[in-house]
C-alpha cells in the first residue's frame, strides 16, 4: 500500500512538472554587491543635508537588458546612501531632483562592496546657524550663501522629535517667504513661539530643531544645516 | 479502500488530462454567449450596445471611488473623490491618501469596443440622418474616454482602430502621442460630436441621457479649462525625465491662451443656445433658495433646464441603483443601513460659503470674541463665543451651505441631528469621552445625548462624524434606506452652472472672452442663491464660487489637480473640525466651538510625481513611464 502511496506521489510531481514546465528553476544569483557613498559640496566637501522622505533620489539603471526599468534610491538625512542588495554589474547612476545644481549621469561599475560619492554645487549653504531657547521661544539665526542667481523661494526652521526633521516631516514649522536673491552677510531669524504649540511640543521632552531655504528651480529641495537637538 | 483507489485514478486520468490538453477540441462556440457579428449587425443590437458604453463611461458619479473604479458597488468603503481635498475626510479612515485611480486597462477595453463599434456601423445599413448621429456619438464616447486617460495619465496611445490579435508584439504595441497631441484629439472629437450630434432626441429622458450636440459643447468646456489650466500653471510643479523629454507629459505655457479660447467658445455656444438656465433662477429668500437648490440634486428631473448630460438609476435593489444615502445618512437617521455618516464635511469648505452680510468674501466661522480665525483644542483662557442653541453659529450662512451640508443642530428627515464633542465642566476642565456630567441637578451627555442612536458625531466610531459635519447634497430626505441599493437619485454630470463657471474662470485667466458676460454669470449663480449684492469678477471669487456650486460634485480634486496647487495646500497638512462642546462654566448652559485638527488625521502630503499616475505594464507594452513612477 506504502509502495502505491509513493508511486503516485512521484508520478504527480513527475506530471505537474512536465505540465508546467516547473523543472527550469529560478536558478539566478541573488544580489551579491554593495553601493555606498554620499552627496559631498564640491566646494567646501562637507556632506550635503537632505531629506529622507520626499527628498532627492538616485537614479540608477543596470546595464545589458533591452528594455530596463530606471530604478530608484533614497538617500537619508545627513546626505549618505547604502543600498546593500545590488547585483553586480555595470550601472547608469545620476543623482536628481536635489538641493544641488543638476549633474550628468555616470557610468559605474559594482563589484562587492562598491563606494561612489558625487560632488555638487549646492544651491545655497545655510552657515553660521544658531538655534537656542530663549525664554518661551526657540529662536534659529543663520545665513544664506546661494551659489545659484535665482531668487530664494522661503526659509523655514522645522521641529519634530526624530532626527529626519524637515519640511516633509514636521509637527511645527515656521516659514517665511522670501521670494528674492539672498547675500551672505544678510541675518535671517526665524522663531517658534512654544507657547503656541503646547500640544505638538511639549515641555519636558527633547525635540529636533532644523532650519531650510528653497531655492526657485524646478524640482528643487530644501538646503539645509544639519539638525539641533534642544529640550524645551 | 476501493473508493480511495479510484479517487487515485481519477486523479492520475485528470493529469494526463492535463499534460495533453494541447488539442483544439475544446474550441467550441460557447452556446451562452452572443457572437459580436450578431449584434452589431443590426440597428437594435448597436442600440444595445451603445446603451452599454454609456453604462462603461468613465463618468465620476455616485458609485465611483478612486480605488474601486467605475460602477463600483457593494461595500466600496466609500472612499469617495471629495474626501481627498478639501471638501470632506471620512470618519473610518480619516489618513487614506492612497492615489490609486487606475484607469488604463479598462479605459482601454472601453476605446477597443468603441472601435470595434464604428468599424460595425460601417457596414450596417442606416438612414443618412441615423448614421451622422451615431458618428456624432462614437467621437463623444472617445472624447470622453480619451480625456479620463489624458487627464489620469497625460499623453497615451491613441488607438482609433480595432487592433486584431497577432502574436507580432511589435505591430500591437503603439507608443505613447504627447499630451498635447492628446488633449488636441479629444477637443478635435467633441468638434465633430458637435457638428454630428442632434440637439435634441425623442423624449426629454433620451435627451438628457444620452449625447446631444450640447453634451458635447459642455464636455468641452470642462476639457478645454482642464487642458488650459496644466498649461498655465505646468511650472508649478514641473517634472522631470524622459517622459517630460518626450512632451508625453506637460504642456507649454504658450498654449494655455489657446486652450481657454476653445473653452469660452465652447461655453458661449451653450449659453447662447437658449436651451438652458439655471433651475429657479430668482429665489423670494434664502430658504427658498436653499431648498431650490436642494431639490436640483435630490431630484434633477425636476431642474431638466439646468442639465446637459446625466445618468440615470433606477430599479432599486439591482444592479443601476446605488448606495449613495446609505453610506452618508447621519448616524440618527441611518434606518439600519450597515455603514453610513461616510463623507464628513470639513472646515475649510464650511469656511468658503459667504455670509449674506458680507457678500463676496469667504466668511469663515469664528468662534472667540476677539473675531479672530483661532484654532487649537480647547483651551480655558481663550475667550469662545456663547452660543444658546448649536445652529445658531451658523446664522446668514450661504443657501448652499445649508443645502449641501448637515451642521450641528440642523433639522433632516424631521429629526434633530446632534453632534456634540464633549463637555466643559464648571471647573473648566474637558470631558470628551463617553461618560455624564452633573450639574445642578440635569445629567449632560458628552456626545449630546445617552444613547449612540439618538447622536451622530465624536465617538470615534465610523458612523459618527468626526469633523462636526455631515453630507446633505445629493441625499434624498424623502427616502428610507433600510437595505443595500435602494438610491436611485440620478446624477447631473455636466449642468449648467458648471459651464459658466468654466466660462468665468477661462475669461478670469485669459482675459479673453467677454468680461461683462463672465460677471453676469458669476453673479446669476450667486442670485440663485439668494445674494443680492452683484461682486466683481476675479480669480479669488470665481474659485470660491466654484468650489461651494459644485461641492462633492467630484470636481475640487481635479480643480487641485489642474491647477497644481494640490502639492501646495497638501504639505503636511491636516484638515479642520468643527467641535461643538457644550460649555458648562457660566449661568446658564451654552455651546461653544472648537476649531482643530480632525481627531486622529495625521498630516499629509500630496507628492508631486502624483500629478500622472503609473502606467501599468510599462516592461510588457513598452510604453515610457510617467516621471518618478
Redesign the interface.
Known sequence: MKSIKTFSIALVSLFLLGGCELNELDNYDGPDASISGAIYDQETGELVQQDIINGMQIEYIEHGFDNPQTQFMVVKNDGTYRNNLMFSGTYTIRPVRGNFVPVNSEEVVVSGATTKNFNVQPYIRVRNVQINKKGNKIVATFNLDQTVTNKVVRIGLFAHREPNVGQPLNSVSSLVNLNEVTNDVTQYRLEINLDAYTSALKAGNEYYFRVGALIDAPEAKYNYAPPVRIGI | MMKNRSY?YL??AL??G??SSCNDYLELDPKNKVPVEAVLSDPNGIKGYLANLYYELPMEDFVYFPRAGYNARGNTGSLSLSQYGLEAIHSEWPNWNEFNNQWWTRGYQLNRDINLLEESVAKVSFSAAERTAIEGEIAFLRAYTYYALVKIYGGVPIITENQEYTTDWASLRVPRNTEKETWDFVLAQLDIAFEKLPASRQSADETKRRATKWAAAGLKSRVALHAASVAKYW?RA???GEAVTAGLVGLPASEANRYYQAAIEASEAVMGSGQFGLYMPNPANPQDAARNYQNLFMDPNVALTEVLFMRGYGHAGGPLAHDYDGWNNPNQTGEGFPHVGRTNPVLELVDQYENYGNPGVASPIITTTDGQVRE??FNPSTNYIRFSSPEEIFQGKDARFFASIIHPGAEWKGTEIVIQGGIIRPDGSVLNAKGTVVHQGVTYHTYGAATSNQYSGFEGTPNMTRSGFLLKKFLDERAKIKTWLQSTTDYIDIRYAEVLLNYAEAVVESGLGSTERATQALNDIRKRAGHTVAIPLNLTNVLRERSVELAFENKEYWDLIRRRTYHQIF??YVKTALVPMLDLRGAQPAYIYVRKDVPGAR?N?F??RDYYRSIPG??NN?LI?NP?H
Request: net charge negative; proline share 12%.
Open positions: 487515485k486523479i492520475l493529469l494526463i492535463v499534460f511650472n514641473p517634472l522631470s487649537g483644542e504639505n503636511n498630516p502630503t507628492p508631486e510599462v516592461n513598452g513611464q518618478q
